[in-house]
């Protein structure tokens, strides 16, 4: 098992403290290694294996589905089919990418309530824009993504972490064939999510 690359450095800090307080002090080492063995469990990384599935938007998250619908993508202003997800809070909580392609940009506000938001916008080699969001206003919603615009990213390729319980958005093509229904559970970076037509 790994940890979240973002969180590394504080895990290697936390056994640090952790190692000091069990030389000098064995009274609140037994709540230390507890907190400890929480955080690491949050911030597990399990390998996945990705499979190829071109033309395929995968799961950004693992959840399950709460709605499949047409919508208006607020970040394009473009028609769209929306997927929403709402995130396990026991699985794994990072963040893989829905299709290949160039991230273009990042979004910390949503355009249309001012809510506190994080938005990705990637493009494909075939122009096709995949826009996901996290609903990020309750105190516990956290994300973070590891990549900046203009670099690019592989389908199912981790590039974040997100706090448990996010709500998930992604606005796709609206002509994207949706291979999903509300109630299915999907895992990050496998679950085909839809699948867009070319041709």
Same mark, same amino acid.
């Given at each position: 098992?790994?940890?979240?690359?973002?969180?590394?450095?504080?895990?290697?800090?936390?056994?640090?403290?952790?190692?000091?307080?069990?030389?000098?002090? /064995?009274?609140?080492?037994?709540?230390?290694?507890? $907190? #400890?063995?929480?955080?690491?469990?949050? =911030? !597990?990384?399990?390998?996945? *294996?990705?499979?190829?599935?071109?033309?395929?938007?995968?799961?950004?998250?693992?959840?399950?589905?709460?709605?499949?619908?047409?919508?208006?993508?607020?970040?394009?202003?473009?028609?769209?089919?929306?997927?929403?997800?709402?995130?396990?809070?026991?699985?794994?909580?990072?963040?893989? /990418?829905?299709?290949?392609?160039?991230?273009?940009? $990042? #979004?910390?506000?949503?355009?249309?309530? =001012? !809510?506190?938001?994080?938005? *990705?916008?990637?493009?494909?080699?075939?122009?096709?824009?995949?826009?996901?969001?996290?609903?990020?206003?309750?105190?516990?919603?956290?994300?973070?993504?590891?990549?900046?615009?203009?670099?690019?990213?592989?389908?199912?390729?981790?590039?974040?972490?997100?706090?448990?319980?996010?709500?998930?958005?992604?606005?796709?093509?609206?002509?994207?064939?949706a291979t999903v229904k509300p109630g299915d559970k999907v895992k990050a970076g496998r679950a085909m999510l839809a699948k867009l037509?070319?041709?």
């Amino acid at each position: 098992m790994r940890i979240a690359h973002e969180f590394r450095t504080v895990t290697i800090l936390a056994t640090l403290v952790l190692i000091t307080l069990q030389i000098s002090s /064995s009274t609140v080492l037994w709540l230390g290694w507890v $907190l #400890w063995g929480v955080f690491v469990l949050l =911030l !597990r990384d399990f390998r996945r *294996v990705i499979p190829a599935q071109p033309l395929a938007i995968v799961a950004v998250v693992d959840g399950h589905i709460t709605a499949v619908k047409p919508a208006l993508d607020p970040f394009l202003q473009r028609p769209s089919l929306v997927c929403s997800i709402a995130q396990s809070s026991f699985g794994e909580f990072n963040i893989h /990418s829905p299709i290949e392609g160039k991230i273009e940009q $990042l #979004w910390l506000r949503d355009p249309v309530n =001012l !809510r506190h938001i994080l938005a *990705v916008w990637i493009r494909s080699d075939e122009a096709d824009d995949v826009v996901f969001t996290f609903d990020l206003h309750a105190l516990h919603h956290r994300a973070i993504v590891s990549m900046q615009p203009g670099e690019r990213i592989g389908q199912g390729q981790r590039c974040g972490f997100a706090a448990m319980g996010c709500e998930v958005k992604l606005y796709i093509p609206e002509d994207a064939q949706a291979t999903v229904k509300p109630g299915d559970k999907v895992k990050a970076g496998r679950a085909m999510l839809a699948k867009l037509k070319h041709g």
